[in-house]
T-cell receptor, first 113, second 111 residues
Framework: LAKTTQPISMDSYEGQEVNITCSHN???????ITWYQQFPSQGPRFIIQ???TKVTNEVASLFIPADRKSSTLSLPRVSLSDTAVYYC??????????????FGSGTRLSIRP | DGGITQSPKYLFRKEGQNVTLSCEQN?????MYWYRQDPGQGLRLIYY???????QKGDIAEGYSVSREKKESFPLTVTSAQKNPTAFYLC??????????FGPGTRLLVL
């Protein structure tokens, strides 16, 4: 069971780079790592997904070490609008079991001017 | 526009009453999910459906029921057996590999 562990909260300032790490020691060979962003009273929104090494898109980068037991979401030059809760989710394709779908408590990121 | 919709946005339940939350998607996704979110907490899985006419219980399925008669629809019924139903309910769908698309949510309140 690929349970994830993230810091409960983080603070940063506008223009800084923010790195949020997720631990997933029991990740399985077929598991992907997906990060979501959630604003209050809204559904989470997909940010980025990866399997190994580094993935980059227009909003974030995802770093995954060789052992894949952790991953780091990197947000470059954050703004106030990046204040949100960030979740990492670990699982394979179409989940074979509901027990694999575990979002965890997420990381509450607060950005200050 | 493709997307996933939930209705109503707010729902009030009287004690002992069953209520049904609607979730519809036109993304042609096979998998659909229902989550519950309590204030300041993460998402907890209620039910998961991988395909039509099939669904699995999540961690907190007691007091809830679902059906999946059509690919596009995955309604959730909160039964009178759910003693603490006040929460934010989120529906999601995915084609696989973890990238779930979420609806806007339904906030359920008890009168």
């Amino acid at each position: 069971l690929a349970k994830t562990t993230q810091p409960i909260s983080m603070d940063s300032y506008e223009g800084q780079e923010v790195n949020i790490t997720c631990s997933h020691n029991n990740i399985a060979t077929n598991d992907y790592i997906t990060w979501y962003q959630q604003f209050p009273s809204q559904g989470p929104r997909f940010i980025i997904q990866g399997y190994k090494t580094k993935v980059t898109n227009e909003v974030a980068s995802l770093f995954i070490p060789a052992d894949r037991k952790s991953s780091t979401l990197s947000l470059p030059r954050v703004s106030l609008s990046d204040t949100a809760v960030y979740y990492c989710l670990v699982g394979d394709g179409l989940y074979s079991s509901a027990s694999k779908i575990i979002f965890g408590s997420g990381t509450r990121l607060s950005i200050r001017p | 526009d493709g997307g996933i919709t939930q209705s109503p946005k707010y729902l009030f339940r009287k004690e002992g009453q069953n209520v049904t939350l609607s979730c519809e998607q036109n993304l042609n996704h096979d998998a659909m999910y229902w989550y519950r979110q309590d204030p300041g907490q993460g998402l907890r899985l209620i039910y998961y459906s991988q395909i039509v006419n099939d669904f699995q219980k999540g961690d907190i399925a007691e007091g809830y029921s679902v059906s999946r008669e059509k690919k596009e629809s995955f309604p959730l019924t909160v039964t009178s057996a759910q003693k603490n139903p006040t929460a934010f309910y989120l529906c999601a769908s995915s084609i696989g590999v973890g990238d779930q698309y979420f609806g806007p949510g339904t906030r359920l309140l008890v009168l």
